[in-house]
C-alpha cells in the first residue's frame, strides 16, 4: 500500500507507518521488564543508600512518563487519526523522546562514573565520563528541540536541516558510544583487579563483569545502529525503532546490575552453593588475614558493588548464628579500624 505525503511523492505506507508501530510494541515490552526490574529491587534492597534509590526510581518514572508519551502518541496515529495518511509526519509530541532518553543516559552513566571514582579513588576518569555524558545530553535535547520547531519529518528532509540533525545526532549516539565504551573497559579493569579468596564474593564479581561486557556492547550497538540508520539517504523512518528503545535498554542495564547483587540472598550460581550469606564478620575475618594488597580501595569497590548488607538480614536466613548487639557494635569498630589503618594501592 501506498500514500502521499503534504511535501508530494508516493511511498510505502509501511515504512511510514511500521517504524512508529514496532517502537511502540517494543517500548512497551521493555517497560514491563523495567518495572520487573524495579520491583524486585524495591523488594530485595530496601536499606541500599538514598542515592542508588534516587538513581533507580528517577530513572523508573523517566521512562515511564517516556512510556506514556509514546502509548499517546500510537493513539494519535493508529485510532484518532485511522486512514489519515498525512498524521505519519507529525512528529507531535514525539519530540520529547531523544531529550529524556538523553537524559536517562545521563543519569546512567554518571552513576557509573561514581562507581568507577569509588573503585579506583581516582576522578580522572569520572571526569572524562562525566563530560562526554554531558555532550551525548546536549546533543539528544538539540535533536529534540529542533523536532519540535520544525513539528514534520518531512522538515526535517531540507539539506539544511539533514546537516543540523546530522551533527546533533552524531554528538549525541557517538558520544553515548564514546562513553559506554570507556565505562566498560574501566568497569572491567578495576573490577578485575580486587584481589579476595571468599568465593561468593569472586562469583559476584565474575558476574557483574560478564554484564558489564554485555550491556555495554548492547548499548553501544543500539546508539551506533540509530545514528547508522539515521545517516540513510531520504532519511526514513526508520531510526525511530533504536531510537525509541535504546532509553529502556540504558534503564534495564542499570537496574540488571543493581539487582545482580540477589545472588548473595540465595543461590550462588558460579559455586552450586545454596543460601550461601556473607556477614560482615565473615568480610571482616576473610579480609584480616589478606596480604597487604588487600587496601581500602578494595572495601570500598565491594561496598559500592555489593551495596549494604545487614548482620540481622543475614542472621534470619539460618546460614549465620544469631549476633548479638554487643558483637555488631565490635564487629562495626573492628571494620573501621581496618579501613582506617590500611593504605591504598590500586591508585598507584
Known amino acids: 500500500m501506498s500514500t502521499t505525503l503534504p511535501t508530494g511523492g508516493t511511498v510505502n505506507i509501511a515504512a511510514i507507518a511500521g517504524p512508529p508501530l514496532l517502537a511502540c510494541t517494543l517500548n512497551a515490552g521493555l517497560m514491563g521488564v523495567l518495572s520487573v526490574q524495579t520491583f524486585i529491587y524495591y523488594l530485595a534492597f530496601p536499606e541500599d543508600p538514598w542515592y542508588t534509590k534516587t538513581v533507580a526510581y528517577t530513572v523508573y518514572f523517566i521512562e515511564l512518563a517516556q512510556m506514556i508519551l509514546v502509548i499517546i502518541s500510537a493513539f494519535t496515529m493508529f485510532a484518532d ?10 512528529i507531535g509530541i514525539l519530540w520529547l523522546v531523544p531529550p529524556l532518553t538523553a537524559i536517562v543516559t545521563f543519569i546512567v552513566q554518571c552513576y557509573y562514573g561514581f562507581r568507577i571514582r569509588v573503585v579506583s579513588r581516582s576522578f580522572k576518569v569520572a571526569g572524562v565520563i562525566f563530560v562526554l555524558s554531558i555532550i551525548q545530553l546536549a546533543g539528544g535535547l538539540v535533536v529534540g528541540h529542533y523536532a519540535k520547531r520544525e513539528g514534520k519529518y518531512s522538515l526535517l528532509n531540507t539539506p539544511r536541516m539533514l546537516v543540523v540533525q546530522g551533527v546533533s545526532t552524531g554528538i549525541w ?12 573497559v574501566y568497569m572491567i579493569y578495576y573490577l578485575s583487579r580486587i584481589d579476595t579468596r571468599m568465593r561468593q564474593t569472586k562469583a559476584v564479581l565474575r558476574k557483574i ?11 553501544t550497538v543500539i546508539a551506533l545502529v540509530t545514528f ?3 545517516m540513510i539517504p531520504g532519511n526514513p523512518m526508520y531510526y525511530l525503532v533504536p531510537m525509541g528503545i535504546i ?18 540472598h540465595g543461590f550462588d550460581t558460579d559455586t552450586d552453593d545454596v543460601g550461601s550469606c556473607i556477614t560482615p564478620i565473615d568480610f571482616v575475618q576473610e579480609h584480616t588475614t589478606m596480604s597487604q ?8 569497590a565491594l561496598q559500592t558493588t555489593m551495596g549494604p548488607r545487614s548482620i540481622s538480614e543475614c542472621s534470619e536466613t539460618g546460614n549465620s548464628s544469631p549476633i548479638t548487639e554487643e558483637d ?6 573492628h571494620f573501621r579500624g581496618i579501613k582506617n589503618n590500611l593504605q591504598p594501592s590500586i591508585n598507584t
Request: proline share 0%; aromatic share 8%.
Open 293 to 300: 594488597n588487600f587496601n581500602t580501595a578494595t572495601i570500598l
Open 228 to 230: 547508522g540508520l539515521a
Open 81 to 90: 487519526n485511522f486512514h489519515n495518511d498525512s498524521i505519519f509526519d507529525e
Open 173 to 184: 549516539n557517538l558520544g553515548s558510544t564514546v562513553c559506554d565504551l570507556i565505562i566498560a
Open 247 to 264: 532509553g529502556k535498554v540504558y534503564a534495564n542495564s542499570l537496574m540488571v546490575l543493581i539487582n545482580s547483587r540477589g545472588d548473595f
Open 328 to 333: 555488631k557494635e565490635k564487629t562495626a569498630a
Open 209 to 219: 563483569i560478564r554484564l558489564t561486557i554485555e550491556t555495554g556492547a548492547l548499548t
